[in-house]
């Protein structure tokens, strides 16, 4: 008889799943997070290219049941893959000690998001290439909900060191087409015969790559600059705790 899956056990309802609180659970799950959710969200999960766990409430997971099935179906339209190769305990095991990070005493993030969302649309102007719910521009990755998704150190590193944390998925690159036009922008989709790029102009192209005389893809680079000397250390914590309070819009 097939053991059904925590997801569709959880569907049935919070009060029917049970994650386990023995002490020999919790080093299993401990092992598990390390080995398939520490690279995202930190071995202690404290964050990274994932968002942070040590929270009492995790926002996309309010209650057991839903952690369960963030857990096992990873979350759509998102870089969080499912664990379809965990079995039901240890996706309980796994979930027990992520619910054991909320424990954890938070540590507040310094700065003031008030004067970093200044700083967003002034000094740092941000906007001109970063859209927040539509608004803004679009060669640059959307920043709607970006604190739910990324921490506040991986945020820091973005900023000083755009090189480092460059976003799955964001790919720049450079075409030459046979009648000589040069197009530089961010690929929006590729297939063996065809590629989209979408331009710094925000203008999209669609082309056979037998029009191509050159394709140049810019793997692990960015076009955005590094702030690195250009903002203070206190400009910098204002505009992370801003970019950290963008919960909403994901």
Excluded at 7 to 31: F, S, Y
Excluded at 79 to 106: I, K, T
Excluded at 220 to 231: D, E, F, I, T, V
Aim: glycine share 12%; net charge positive; aromatic share 4%.
């Amino acid at each position: 008889m097939l053991v059904a899956s925590v997801a569709a056990l959880a569907a049935e309802g919070e009060t029917k799943v049970k994650l386990p609180t023995g002490r020999a659970d919790l080093a299993r799950g401990e092992k598990l997070f390390q080995a398939h959710c520490g690279l995202c969200h930190g071995t202690k999960g404290e964050g990274g290219r994932g968002p942070l766990l040590t929270q009492p409430r995790l926002p996309r997971a309010p209650d057991d049941a839903a952690l369960l099935k963030v857990i096992e179906e990873g979350i759509r339209g998102t870089e969080m893959p499912g664990a379809w190769h965990m079995s039901p305990r240890e996706l309980r095991q796994a979930a027990a000690y992520v619910r054991s990070l909320g424990r954890v005493a938070v540590k507040p993030i310094p700065g003031d998001a008030r004067r970093g969302a200044e700083i967003y649309k002034g000094k740092a102007a941000c906007a001109t290439c970063h859209a927040i719910q539509s608004q803004g521009g679009i060669s640059g990755p959307d920043l709607a909900g970006i604190g739910a998704r990324r921490s506040a150190a991986y945020l820091r590193q973005s900023i000083v060191d755009p090189e480092a944390a460059v976003p799955e998925g964001y790919l720049p690159v450079k075409l030459v087409t046979k009648a000589g036009s040069a197009i530089t922008g961010v690929r929006v989709n590729e297939d063996s015969f065809s590629i989209q790029v979408r331009d710094d102009t925000g203008r999209s192209h669609s082309l056979w790559k037998r029009e191509l005389d050159a394709m140049e893809k810019q793997r692990g680079k960015s076009p955005m600059p590094s702030y690195k000397g250009q903002l203070s250390d206190t400009e910098l914590d204002d505009l992370v705790a801003y970019l950290a309070s963008l919960k909403e819009g994901i």
